[in-house]
């Protein structure tokens, strides 16, 4: 009889035991009137789902500003343990695990270009940790209704058209958009990789 695999056969890191936290998919204060919601799925070259991934939204205030709220997360008064973001203020930043489906969701306000970079289009920017990655992956959400700004972005300028959408979040429904995360190219070339970005 075969023996069952043990922890340490396992690929590893696995990214949703300590790190998601409550209410990491709200960005936006609780009922703001302008939410917007990001979702879509997490898919390896085959196609297949992610179900493990965990995935980090930073993104510029409504005045371009990069400070976000800092200290919104709350504790527990006798644990310590984390219970969750106030509520009250826009964090600019999020993290999301992805479900047993590869699915994902987090809720913000509009995107806005960083302030200082007068040529940027509104984005989102997106870092995607994986079991099987060595390194975390870079990647940004762009949105249709700003595509007037696309041709001057600096990104999206120099990417060939083909490769630039998949950069581009498509509209599903009044105030909800999908961005789907292909980590490679499919066999058959039904979609292509997902843009990722090198730091230096």
């Not at 479900?99 to 007068?118: E, F, I, K, M, N």
């Amino acid at each position: 009889m075969p023996l069952a695999p043990t922890p340490a056969q396992t690929v590893g890191p696995f990214y949703g035991y300590a790190l998601p936290f409550p209410g990491g998919e709200r960005i936006a204060p609780a009922g703001h009137p302008g939410t917007v919601t990001v979702h879509g799925c997490v898919r390896d070259g085959a196609g297949a789902p992610i179900p493990d991934a965990l995935l980090e939204f930073w993104q510029a205030g409504p005045d371009g500003s990069l400070t976000g709220a800092p200290g919104s997360l709350r504790r527990d008064p006798v644990t310590g343990t984390v219970i969750g973001r106030d509520g009250v203020d826009f964090t600019g930043f999020g993290r999301v695990p992805t479900d047993a489906d590869g699915h994902y969701v987090v809720r913000t306000l509009p995107a806005t270009a960083p302030a200082g970079c007068p040529d940027a289009a509104p984005y989102l920017a997106v870092c995607l940790f994986a079991r099987g990655l060595l390194h975390h992956l870079f990647t940004r959400v762009y949105f249709p209704e700003h595509a007037a700004a696309h041709a001057a972005d600096p990104l999206l300028a120099r990417l060939p058209a083909e490769r630039a959408k998949t950069l581009l979040a498509r509209p599903d429904g009044p105030g909800r958009y999908r961005f789907d995360v292909h980590l490679q190219q499919a066999e058959d070339g039904t979609y292509e990789e997902t843009v990722f970005l090198a730091f230096r």
